[in-house]
């Protein structure tokens, strides 16, 4: 990490235009089957808890994260780029949506900056494994990604532990033209 800036003289040292942010958000049903399989959520497999149903395996937090790479980068979202028809038939993993994302960014010449995610649940405990999933998540992304998590104090489906949301932020750079990079849009 550099730790010297030095100081800004004239034009900025950095161009703005290429820097995006970008949101993604998920939800899904827990099942009523425990022993439907184990609950996927960030990258990570909690066993004794139940499943998240949906496409692939449910892992919302993964699909918050997918989405806000794919808004930061103007590229639409995980229905327009994957398919969520695609997801169902191949049954794929949230870990696997988020490579795949990646690997368009990089096509795109995209770099992610850093990436948070919010996981909206009763349980589990987050904060009992976020260093594992902000290694795991970090990895993938290859940048910091941050993971923090809210209870919906008895609210509704996620407060009674009928559903798992999930949401994201990510800030990427675009490479200039002269690099590779495509041409900025408005
Ligand atoms: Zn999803």
């Not at 980068?73 to 327009?80: A, K, N």
């Not at 398919?83 to 995209?110: F, H, M, P, W, Y």
């Not at 209870?151 to 490479?175: C, M, T, V, W």
Request: net charge negative; aromatic share 6%.
């Amino acid at each position: 990490m550099r730790d010297y800036y030095p100081p800004i003289v004239g034009k900025p040292i950095f161009d703005r235009r290429s820097y995006r942010t970008g949101i993604g958000f998920d939800i899904h049903k827990v099942s009523d089957n425990k022993s439907a399989g184990s609950l996927m959520l960030l990258g990570l497999e909690w066993e004794g808890y139940a499943p998240l149903i949906g496409h692939s395996d449910g892992d919302a937090a993964a699909h918050a994260l997918a989405d806000a790479l794919l808004s930061a980068s103007g590229l639409g979202d995980i229905g327009s780029v994957i398919g969520v028809d695609t997801l169902e038939a191949k049954n794929i993993s949230g870990e696997q949506v988020l490579r795949t994302v990646c690997s368009l960014l990089a096509d795109e010449k995209i770099t992610v900056v850093n990436a948070a995610v919010i996981v909206m649940c009763e349980a589990p405990n987050i904060n009992s494994r976020r260093a594992e999933a902000q290694k795991i998540l970090s990895d993938i992304l290859d940048a910091p990604v941050s993971v923090s998590a809210s209870s919906y104090n008895k609210i509704g489906d996620i407060g009674n532990g009928r559903a798992i949301a999930a949401q994201a932020s990510a800030l990427i750079h675009f490479n200039p033209p002269a690099f590779g990079g495509r041409p900025f849009k408005r």
